[in-house]
């Protein structure tokens, strides 16, 4: 009877070469997230203390400088208790409408994000937090590499942790770009409609809410059609119907 033929033995140096490998993979991703966790920032101070500057305007700066422009920064801080209620309403309403209900990150929009990029081969559909985005801000860049969002991520948790979420719907609308070298909500609002954050009407505050998904091409003054329909949407979403007179002034 013929002996069946045996299988070709694997060289001990293929064999320990892929052993090797497979040990590296777990060995890289701790090596990565030991120093995503070792160089983030100490968020602590931010409980009492404003910051100066941010990751993103430092951005806009060199931006700035490397077109041979000088920087703009035009930013007054507005306290919590000093900010419409209408703008709050409208910004949670367009950013992040379970803010005061999850812990600095909604995993359920995140997943429903992720697919939709993966579908599409792109890491361009939105889907973080107020949180996220404040951390992204205050020490990130707008890159969608995925070490940078894992920082982001671990960023957010610690802020949510330090922070109460009434302190960080505060830095945020006092942080975030709402035109060219305009920041916060309080300069946007004498920028836009010459008046204090305190003093915007729900129309103004869906306006500037719906600015915010790209602030350097909205621009609230001179709203296209596009934003003014996210306006509309926006004032739905908040139970506010705006009368006919006060949508023809916007349009103008």
């Not at 350097?216 to 139970?239: D, E, F, K, T, Y």
Request: aromatic share 6%.
């Amino acid at each position: 009877m013929a002996t069946p033929p045996r299988a070709a033995a694997v060289p001990a140096r293929t064999g320990h070469s892929i052993a090797s490998a497979l040990l590296a993979v777990p060995v890289a991703a701790f090596a990565v997230l030991a120093y995503a966790y070792l160089t983030l920032p100490d968020v602590r101070p931010l409980k009492t203390s404003n910051p100066a500057t941010t990751a993103f305007m430092e951005l806009r700066d060199g931006e700035a400088r490397a077109q041979g422009r000088m920087p703009r920064r035009v930013q007054r801080w507005a306290s919590y208790s000093h900010i419409s209620s209408d703008l709050k309403r409208a910004v949670l309403v367009a950013e992040d409408d379970l803010f005061w209900r999850h812990e600095g990150v909604d995993f359920e929009q995140m997943q429903e994000s992720l697919e939709a990029d993966w579908a599409r081969g792109t890491f361009s559909r939105g889907g973080s937090t107020i949180t996220q985005q404040l951390a992204k801000n205050l020490y990130l860049s707008p890159s969608k590499n995925p070490l940078r969002k894992l920082r982001e991520l671990i960023i957010a948790r610690r802020l949510e942790a330090e922070l109460k979420k009434g302190r960080i719907l505060e830095l945020y609308l006092n942080v975030i770009e709402w035109g060219d070298g305009v920041y916060g909500v309080e300069s946007a609002a004498r920028v836009y409609f010459r008046k204090s954050a305190a003093e915007l009407a729900p129309s103004e505050a869906a306006l500037l809410a719906a600015a915010i998904i790209n602030p350097r091409v909205h621009n609230p003054a001179h709203p296209s059609a596009r934003l003014l329909r996210r306006q509309q949407l926006i004032l739905r979403r908040m139970g506010v119907v705006i009368p006919p007179q006060e949508a023809a002034q916007l349009e103008r």
